[in-house]
């Protein structure tokens, strides 16, 4: 089985922090999570064109969403953000994207 890496920017660590304590473990717990899986089913693709090899998915949590990208040529994945679903519509993708640049 493959090991992926897992980074998690800044921007989104500040926001988890924020969450209250149950919601902030189980975020913590997806996050781990996807080392070993960054497909679960939970999570579906987001269309939003990143090139390729580079996926942009989110994770559904309940009432929260867990948006990060899936670097395939580098086996690694980056938590971009983490937001409330509803009133979050991922109309900042392009913002948390070209944050990784």
Do not use: K
Request: glycine content about 8%.
């Amino acid at each position: 089985m493959t090991t992926t890496s897992v980074y998690v920017l800044p921007q989104a660590l500040t926001e988890i922090d924020h969450l209250p304590g149950h919601v902030r473990q189980r975020v913590r717990r997806a996050i781990v999570g996807l080392r070993t899986n960054p497909q679960p089913p939970a999570s579906r693709r987001l269309e939003y064109g990143v090139g390729e090899g580079i996926e942009l998915r989110r994770l559904r949590l309940n009432g929260w969403r867990i948006v990060y990208l899936i670097d395939r040529s580098w086996n690694r994945v980056y938590v971009l953000a983490v937001r409330r679903r509803p009133p979050y519509r991922y109309d900042d993708l392009g913002t948390l994207v070209e944050g990784l640049e």
